[in-house]
Nanobody
Framework: QVQLVESGGGLVQAGGSLRLSCTAS????????MGWYRQAPGKQRDLVAR???????DYADSVKGRFTISRDNAKNTVYLEMNSLKPEDTAVYYC????????????????WGQGTQVTVSS
């Protein structure tokens, strides 16, 4: 069973930075497609950024140029570096294993972490 543990959230002023971490256990991490999602109060949970097993990345338009997703397979960890934070970035941020890839076949998964709160004050 895959377990995902996020850390790094907190309170920051607008314009500041935070780095979120998500450490995985129970899987072959280098095969995983990992995503960061966020959910603000009263809103749906949306994809923020995704990184494939090969290191390709994808971002929501609202965070392009400000957020960077990366991974360290040796540490079984995916990161989300968040810069130039805005009050509208306030949300609970979740790490998710979207899929794993084995021998060219993509297997969709729905494994979530517990979430970490990010609050950006104006």
């Amino acid at each position: 069973q895959v377990q995902l543990v996020e850390s790094g959230g907190g309170l920051v002023q607008a314009g500041g930075s935070l780095r979120l971490s998500c450490t995985a256990s129970g899987s072959i991490f280098r095969l995983n497609v990992m995503g960061w999602y966020r959910q603000a109060p009263g809103k749906q949970r949306d994809l923020v950024a995704r990184i494939t097993s090969g290191g390709s990345t994808d971002y929501a338009d609202s965070v392009k140029g400000r957020f960077t997703i990366s991974r360290d397979n040796a540490k079984n960890t995916v990161y989300l570096e968040m810069n130039s934070l805005k009050p509208e970035d306030t949300a609970v941020y979740y790490c998710k294993r979207d899929a794993y890839v084995r021998e060219g076949v993509v297997y969709a998964r729905d494994d979530w972490g517990q979430g970490t709160q990010v609050t950006v004050s104006s």
